[in-house]
């Protein structure tokens, strides 16, 4: 069983950026898509980003163009960083792979990401 730990995140101003780590106790070489979810206070959670063993990804609308995911097999790490943050994408971040509507792995802790000035 894959386990998931997130890291990066932060507190950081408008306008700033983080660079958000998804580490896998296992290999995930094999695992062909992974993604980036978010849970912000009141919201249900949300998939913001995924990308494919091939390279293609997928990113929600309201963070294209500012966010970028990114994979190491070599590490098995999964990567997202973030640049030109709103206060909106204040959020609770997690990684794992995208099934559907659902998802493969069990939940990690989350990393904490709050942009406020």
């Known amino acids: 069983q894959v386990e998931l730990v997130e890291s990066g995140g932060g507190l950081v101003q408008p306008g700033g950026s983080l660079r958000l780590s998804c580490a896998a106790s296992?290999?995930?070489?094999?695992?062909?898509?992974w993604g980036w979810y978010r849970q912000a206070p009141g919201k249900a959670r949300e998939l913001v980003a995924s990308?494919?063993?091939?390279?293609?990804?997928y990113y929600v609308d309201s963070v294209k163009g500012r966010f970028t995911i990114s994979r190491d097999n070599a590490k098995n790490t999964v990567y997202l960083q973030m640049n030109s943050l709103k206060p909106e994408d204040t959020a609770v971040y997690f990684c794992?792979?995208?099934?559907?509507?659902?998802?493969?792995?069990?939940w990690g802790q989350g990393t904490q990401v709050t942009v406020s000035s």
């Open positions: 794992n792979v995208p099934v559907g509507r659902r998802v493969g792995l069990g």
């Open positions: 296992g290999s995930i070489f094999s695992i062909n898509a």
């Open positions: 990308i494919t063993s091939s390279g293609s990804t």
